[in-house]
């Protein structure tokens, strides 16, 4: 009879996946959630006062439990979990005693010559939503993935395929890429980017990710827990792909400047396509043969780095459009706009300056045709173990996609601030700017703050947790009861205690 270690590594070994229009129809209820928190903050008076037990339960419900019941209960039944949460709000939106909140439509000065950085690259409600929900359904899949009520289908792919664990681990490269674009903006804004600089910091700030790489190492190890030696390898894991994105972006940058990111991401991972295809790394990856040195026994982790981060790059790209609050100069092909360009180019038209929204529907449907096109015609199908060409733009043409739906959200409940450019050489001195009104906007549920300040600490925890419980229970044998109240204790934690670190204004990242 096979141990219980065995029958878990046999749980989640040589699976297939499943259909990719399933996984944007399950994940579409993240958008539906927000939808629903914005008309109950904008046309009632749940949220007003958001520290109340009530307010913070709601929210819960909405923002995390929906994202639970997604992936397990209601996992054959989206449209029915969709549908109890419209219901509601369609009521509350006929409700015609509840107030409601005046759109933003005035018109707000900003002066290029005095901005401040933190004001040319403000918090964006709905990127920050976006993030949120995915570290969320992250944290969820991967505990939730070793009990039977979570269907086969979600679970990390052997080889080829597509799974929504599959797609979780690209968009969270392609969120860590869109969010370090924020740094690239800022330098090249102020004219303080320097190349040595910024590499000493990346390998700083890749320590802590690299520790956290080696604890779980140390105790998968020791503790004798499940593996899956396809996914990674022998010893490598996701946190030693994590903490080498910054460093391989700070190393490339002169590249990135000069390409672009979306275009040396297009490089690359058509020249790593070849090379798994004609010079045998696909065959050395896939090869069932004994594993022998470093190289090899972490086979799969080290040749994915290269479809990762190519991930990564298309997340940096993306920042460069959607991140500031006014459209620089060519911002679809660099993030190296200083702020005299940018004041010196601003009346310059050009194809290839875009609105945040206009530049999510561009390369949503650039990624969703080229995706739809290669499946078509191409012999390979996607893969996540090897991270290929196919991949890439998958996990790339899904998180755009998911971004413009977010931002169509925001825009179709809150509005969006009109900007007018004020550039008068008679401004220079004056703080000319109605920023503040942007600034003091935050359409953020708190239970999503609080996730979006610690979101590595809460997937540590996760991380944590998971190994825990999966040591003193046996999740095969559980029944859908007990399952469900194990998920459910398990995220309610998760949040509690994030929410806590928010109240007490601890914020690590």
């Given at each position: ?5 065995e ?20 994940t ?40 639970l ?53 403000p ?9 949120s929900?995915m570290?969320i359904?992250?944290?969820?899949c ?45 330098q ?8 040595s600089?910024?590499l000493?910091?990346s390998l700083?700030?890749?320590?802590p990710l690299?520790?956290?790489?080696l ?35 700070n190393?490339?940058?002169?590249l ?59 997340g940096?790209?993306l ?24 004041i ?16 999510l ?9 080229i ?12 893969s ?18 998911f971004?413009?739906?977010?931002k ?16 008068d ?19 953020v ?18 991380n ?7 040591m ?12 469900t ?12 205690i994030?929410?806590?670190l ?8």
């Amino acid at each position: 009879m096979s141990s219980l270690k065995e029958r878990k590594e046999s749980f989640v070994t040589d699976l297939t996946g499943g259909d990719t229009l399933d996984i944007y129809q399950i994940t579409s209820i993240s958008l539906t959630s927000y939808l629903i928190w914005c008309i109950l903050k904008k046309k009632s008076d749940t949220f007003r006062h958001e520290n109340t037990f009530i307010a913070n339960a709601i929210d819960f419900m909405i923002n995390w439990n929906n994202l639970l019941l997604s992936v397990t209960t209601y996992s054959n039944k989206i449209k029915s979990l969709t549908l109890l949460n419209i219901l509601p709000a369609v009521l509350i939106i006929f409700n015609k005693s509840i107030t409601t909140t005046k759109k933003t439509s005035d018109v707000l000065n900003v002066n290029l010559n005095t901005i401040k950085p933190s004001q040319f690259l403000p918090h964006k409600s709905y990127i920050t939503v976006y993030r949120s929900q995915m570290m969320i359904i992250t944290c969820i899949c991967i505990l939730a993935v070793d009990f039977p009520i979570f269907p086969r289908r979600f679970a990390k792919v052997e080889t080829w395929g597509t799974s929504l664990m599959d797609l979780g681990v690209g968009s969270f490269v392609f969120s860590m890429g869109l969010i370090s674009s924020r740094s690239y903006i800022r330098q090249n804004f102020t004219s303080t980017y320097s190349y040595s600089k910024n590499l000493l910091k990346s390998l700083k700030n890749s320590i802590p990710l690299i520790i956290l790489g080696l604890i779980r190492l140390i105790s998968v190890k020791s503790l004798d827990y499940q593996e899956h030696l396809t996914e990674y390898g022998l010893h490598w894991n996701f946190f030693f792909t994590l903490s080498a994105m910054p460093l391989l972006s700070n190393l490339l940058y002169p590249l990135i400047s000069i390409f672009s990111p979306f275009i040396l991401s297009l490089m690359i991972s058509i020249g790593y396509e070849i090379g798994l295809v004609k010079y045998g790394l696909l065959e050395f990856i896939v090869s069932s043969n004994e594993r022998i040195g470093f190289i090899q026994e972490n086979k799969e982790g080290l040749v994915s780095l290269i479809g990762y981060f190519c991930i990564f790059l298309n997340g940096l790209g993306l920042g460069s459009i959607i991140l500031p609050l006014i459209p620089t100069p060519n911002n679809l092909f660099t993030l190296n706009n200083s702020k005299s360009q940018i004041i010196k180019k601003l009346n310059s038209n050009s194809l290839f300056t875009l609105k945040p929204l206009d530049g999510l529907f561009l390369t949503s449907v650039f990624y969703q045709l080229i995706y739809f096109i290669v499946d078509t015609c191409y012999v390979y199908g996607v893969s996540r173990r090897m991270t290929n060409f196919l991949y890439v733009i998958w996990v790339s043409a899904y998180n755009c996609s998911f971004l413009f739906g977010y931002k169509l959200v925001e825009n179709f409940i809150w509005g969006e601030p009109n900007y007018k450019i004020v550039n008068d050489e008679d401004d220079k001195e004056k703080e000319n700017n109605d920023l503040s009104n942007v600034e003091s906007i935050d359409q953020v549920p708190v239970t999503l703050t609080a996730v979006n300040n610690n979101s590595l600490l809460l997937f540590l925890l996760a991380n944590l947790l998971t190994g825990l419980i999966n040591m003193k229970f046996n999740t095969l044998d559980a029944t859908i009861s007990e399952s469900t109240k194990i998920l459910f204790g398990y995220e309610a934690a998760l949040c509690l205690i994030s929410l806590i670190l928010y109240r007490l204004n601890i914020v690590l990242r």
